[in-house]
């Protein structure tokens, strides 16, 4: 089946510009995180959804960052006023989360979106 | 000290060697752990998983956690040239939590 896609794959901002990433989790995922991958890092925790909740956003560097999933599928992460340190991979990854299953805990990573800030 | 330490390598080994990859983890509340396979340019893999105390075999990988110590390995076996990559170890399910943190991974060159 489908993986997780994630759009753009790559995005340029000017510094001050909004930006907005998308990401559709697998079919039937209830579990979607965000990632923020610096060079020659792990990926750094963001955000979590289950379903449409926002159950933890502890991750977020800053108010210009917000995260939603209004439907509990698609998510968008947006940016605003984009800031150089802000240039990253945003990893998206989606889990199908199915009770006392830990195995359903695995999570499944799209192809990221590489964000340069000029 | 870090939520979750690995070395960052490079981890060199001769092809058909076995490779051990290590992971310590600070938080004793953490349920769930997992090894992830990231090749340059694209986004980690997911390889391992392991709940309990013990090991846990899968092809030629091995995991073993061990609780007490706070400790999770990945082993591999035959290495291959085709496993070069950066394993990341990654933890979650402290305090209840579904918060994910990786560390920041170990570089590995299988030899020809």
């Known amino acids: 089946g489908a993986g997780v896609s994630q759009s753009p794959r790559y995005k340029v901002a000017k510094r001050g510009q909004d930006v907005a990433l998308r990401c559709d989790p697998i079919?039937?995922?209830?579990?979607l995180f965000w990632y923020q991958q610096a060079l020659g890092q792990g990926p750094e925790f963001l955000t979590y959804?289950?379903?449409?909740?926002?159950?933890?956003k502890s991750g977020l560097p800053s108010d210009r960052f917000f995260a939603e999933r209004p439907e509990g599928s698609v998510s968008t992460l947006k940016i605003q006023r984009t800031q150089q340190e802000d240039s990253a991979v945003y990893l998206c990854?989606?889990?199908?989360?199915?009770?006392?299953?830990?195995?359903?805990?695995?999570?499944?990573f799209g192809p990221g979106t590489r964000l340069t800030v000029t | 000290q870090k939520e979750v330490e690995q070395n960052s390598g490079p981890l060199s080994v001769p092809e058909g060697a076995i490779a051990s990859l290590n992971c310590t983890y600070s938080?004793?509340?953490?349920?769930?752990f997992f090894w992830y396979r990231q090749y340059s340019g694209k986004s980690p893999e997911l390889i391992m998983s392991?709940?309990?105390?013990g090991d846990k075999e899968d092809g030629r990988f091995t995991a073993q956690l061990n609780k007490a110590s706070q400790y999770v390995s990945l082993l591999i076996r035959d290495s291959q040239p085709s496993d070069s990559a950066t394993y990341l170890c990654?933890?979650?399910?402290?305090?209840?939590?579904?918060?994910?943190?990786f560390g920041a991974g170990t570089r590995l060159f299988v030899k020809a």
């Open positions: 392991i709940y309990s105390n």
């Open positions: 990654a933890v979650n399910g402290a305090t209840g939590g579904f918060k994910t943190i």
């Open positions: 079919s039937g995922h209830v579990s």
């Open positions: 990854a989606s889990s199908l989360f199915n009770g006392p299953d830990r195995h359903s805990y695995e999570q499944y």
């Open positions: 938080d004793r509340g953490s349920q769930s």
């Open positions: 959804f289950q379903n449409e909740a926002q159950l933890d």
